[in-house]
């Protein structure tokens, strides 16, 4: 747990941070947001004391972090940056074992360890364990970032704009690969982030700050749906409903697609019994997809192919690892009403519906 206790911080006359007191529970994420210069990234920094608080006090587990030594402190706690900070001339794997190395672990331990976490972060420890930063993309920087914050296994892990220097689509899948690791392993997350999304989407607690001080902290269903003021409600806009589909994974929610392989051939009688569906994804002998169909264009006993329509799976597909608001910016986009759900190879896996997006906003009342 880590609690602050009217912690202010001052830069001679600037009150950077005024009085701040809140509470993070264990095992659970809370976001910092705000505009910028509201004082976010002052806040972690002295979780870790990188810096020092002018007044109050800031406990985990209930010691103040003063009375611990600031190298013995730092190695407890994982700190992810937006620009990653690798080191060069390190390969992965030392990169990920700083820590580890610094604690005294013996190298085979280090090595499975680094594995380990690699496979954890969905990069494969034969491919990427022996690369060096400067042959890894954004987006694979970024998962060696988390990695090494969690080499030694702190309960504690600060995380400062983690993924606002990669682009959108690996935005995406690293909020959503991150979602799927904390419900893993239930570490004591403090992220800092400037795009309301993301925080609604990683978050059990919001941390909103205006001027160095705490607007409202309370849970992101409860920021959308009861704003505390002006700031606030300026702040979440007027979209607040679908803001909250932010929340939800389309893993949670994708159901077995309806699909035809391409060269796969239906008598008469298979298209009249598949007729009430009508609509199916088209994808080939690898489970690529290719195109969609419509039954009623097809001709008895001729390739599935021949009738297709071809389509661009990243124009109209989305990852498993998207939110359920990018499912309906995407059926809204394409003008359909089920998006394909796909894997990182762009293999069908799933699909979403605009009744499963209904379903999702009919859970309770934000027009409040």
Not at 76 to 83: K, L
Not at 166 to 180: I, K
Not at 350 to 359: I, P, Q
Request: charged share 30%; proline share 4%.
């Amino acid at each position: 747990m880590i609690e602050f206790r009217g912690v202010s911080k001052y830069y001679g006359d600037f009150r950077a941070l005024d009085n701040l007191s809140f509470t993070v529970e264990e095992g659970k994420v809370c976001v910092l947001i705000g505009p910028s210069g509201c004082g976010k990234s002052t806040t972690l920094r002295l979780i870790n004391r990188m810096i020092e608080p002018s007044s109050g006090e800031i406990l985990v587990d209930g010691r103040n972090v003063r009375t611990v030594r600031s190298e013995k402190l730092r190695r407890g706690v994982g700190y992810v940056i937006q620009n990653v900070g690798l080191l060069p001339h390190m390969t992965v794997e030392q990169n990920v074992s700083i820590v580890p190395r610094l604690l005294g672990w013996d190298d085979r331990k280090m090595k499975d360890r680094s594995d380990e976490l690699l496979d954890l972060v969905g990069l494969a420890p034969d491919q990427y364990r022996s690369k060096y930063p400067h042959q890894l993309s954004g987006g694979e920087a970024q998962r060696i970032g988390v990695a090494r914050a969690l080499a030694a296994n702190p309960p504690i892990l600060l995380m400062d704009e983690p993924f606002g220097a990669v682009d959108p689509l690996n935005r995406e899948t690293l909020q959503g690969e991150f979602t799927s690791i904390q419900r893993k392993l239930k570490k004591t997350v403090i992220f800092v982030t400037h795009d309301l999304d993301e925080a609604i989407r990683v978050a059990d607690t919001v941390v909103l700050m205006q001027s160095g001080r705490i607007v409202q902290h309370d849970t992101p269903e409860r920021l959308l749906a009861q704003p505390k003021n002006q700031f606030a409600r300026d702040f979440v806009g007027s979209d607040r409903a679908l803001k909250r589909l932010s929340r939800f994974i389309v893993h949670d929610y994708m159901h077995a697609p309806s699909m035809l392989r391409a060269r796969e051939r239906l008598s008469s009688s298979e298209i009249a019994d598949r007729m009430k569906q009508r609509y199916f994804w088209v994808v080939d002998e690898n489970g690529f997809l290719r195109g969609w169909t419509d039954l009623k264009e097809s001709l008895p006993d001729e390739e599935v192919r021949g009738y297709m329509t071809q389509i661009k799976p990243m124009e109209v597909g989305i990852t498993e690892f998207a939110s359920m608001r990018d499912a309906l910016s995407r059926m809204m986009g394409q003008g359909i009403k089920e998006v394909p759900v796909l894997d990182s190879k762009w293999r069908l896996v799933g699909a979403v519906t605009l009744h499963d997006v209904e379903a999702i906003t009919e859970q309770g009342d934000l027009a409040q």
